[in-house]
């Protein structure tokens, strides 16, 4: 049964950064791609970052370059996602995924398996 548990989430302000972290059960890493996604309150889930198993290939979403930062520790069977001068928009629950491959798809049905979500609240 393979297990993601997402951790650090909380309440912020704006223009502080935050780290939050996926943690899957032993052996449930595999040689997979890892993405995380997040949704806003009244919005549709969406893509935000994903990492391929060696970590050489990094896709972010267009509006999050240069402030979110994905890095895994394949060791350790997590992944970390280092979030720098968040914004009120950047409120939503946090969710990590394993991919059904290597490849770091953005696409959510690309994706197998899911964690329960982690909250991050940026207040103003």
Request: glycine fraction near 10%; aromatic fraction near 12%; include cysteine.
């Amino acid at each position: 049964q393979v297990q993601l548990v997402e951790s650090g989430g909380r309440l912020v302000q704006a223009g502080d950064s935050l780290r939050i972290s996926c943690a899957a059960s032993e052996g449930t890493f595999g040689f997979n791609a890892m993405g995380w996604f997040r949704q806003a309150p009244g919005k549709e889930r969406e893509f935000v970052s994903v990492i391929n198993y060696s970590g050489d290939r990094v896709v972010y979403a267009d509006s999050l370059k240069g402030r979110f930062t994905l890095s895994r520790d394949n060791a350790r069977n997590t992944a970390f996602l280092q979030m720098n001068s968040l914004k009120p928009e950047d409120t939503a629950v946090y969710y990590c995924a394993l991919g059904r491959s290597t490849y770091p798809y953005t696409r959510q049905e690309e994706y197998a398996y899911w964690g329960q979500g982690t909250q991050v609240t940026v207040s103003s």
